[in-house]
T-cell receptor, first 111, second 117 residues
Framework: GEDVEQSLFLSVREGDSSVINCTYTDSSSTYLYWYKQEPGAGLQLLTYIFSNMDMKQDQRLTVLLNKKDKHLSLRIADTQTGDSAIYFCAESLSNDYKLSFGAGTTVTVRA | DTGVSQNPRHKITKRGQNVTFRCDPISEHNRLYWYRQTLGQGPEFLTYFQNEAQLEKSRLLSDRFSAERPKGSFSTLEIQRTEQGDSAMYLC???????????????FGEGSRLTVL
């Protein structure tokens, strides 16, 4: 995933908002994704955004896309202990939907 | 909706042995993908199928790896003469390309963890 970069760690207090950032390099990306992975588990699709959108909101999740800067962010409102996990940003490079993933951001929620 | 199912969930094998993983995608999903994830990294694309046709293989997929999807439903990933470097989580994903909403969604299974001793 050298084409997709994320910060490795984020610590947040329970009840606060979390913001996870991601940068990507391929301007032809069609979809951009956020996945959540809990220890020992597979990937859970949280949300995705089509490249012609700049924002998508889904309950506590808000995705912001800045195509000019190739920057994607995921905001989690009212962060809970159950939100502790690794969050992966991914881009779909073509209509083949072969995803290119970042290395993941480990989010730790402290009481 | 049963989701993407993978088995076995864990496999421990000795170097040089062959292993096979199975993936059952979500029904009606015509695209099926295999990824590999090593510790501390994001998943890396290995190969994908459109129905029974294998359309692309990554350079990561050495000659010891073979994937099939004979009837366009479940898929198998076989690794021959396993090496310690093959130890990883093997993830399967599926999606629908047309004929319904949300075709951008790619759903992953729980993965099959391989440990080569």
């Amino acid at each position: 995933g050298e084409d997709v970069e994320q910060s490795l760690f984020l610590s947040v207090r329970e009840g606060d908002s979390s913001v996870i950032n991601c940068t990507y390099t391929d301007s032809s990306s069609t979809y951009l994704y956020w996945y959540k992975q809990e220890p020992g588990a597979g990937l859970q699709l949280l949300t995705y955004i089509f490249s012609n959108m700049d924002m998508k909101q889904d309950q506590r999740l808000t995705v912001l896309l800045n195509k000019k800067d190739k920057h994607l962010s995921l905001r989690i409102a009212d962060t809970q202990t159950g939100d502790s996990a690794i969050y992966f940003c991914a881009e779909s490079l073509s209509n083949d939907y072969k995803l290119s993933f970042g290395a993941g951001t480990t989010v730790t929620v402290r009481a | 909706d049963t989701g993407v199912s993978q088995n076995p969930r864990h496999k421990i094998t000795k170097r040089g042995q062959n292993v096979t993983f199975r993936c059952d995608p979500i029904s009606e999903h015509n695209r099926l993908y295999w990824y590999r994830q090593t510790l501390g990294q994001g998943p890396e694309f290995l190969t994908y199928f459109q129905n029974e046709a294998q359309l692309e293989k990554s350079r990561l997929l050495s000659d010891r790896f073979s994937a099939e999807r004979p009837k366009g439903s479940f898929s198998t990933l076989e690794i021959q003469r396993t090496e310690q470097g093959d130890s990883a989580m093997y993830l399967c994903a599926s999606r629908r390309t047309s004929g319904g909403p949300n075709t951008g969604e790619l759903f992953f299974g729980e993965g099959s963890r391989l440990t080569v001793l």
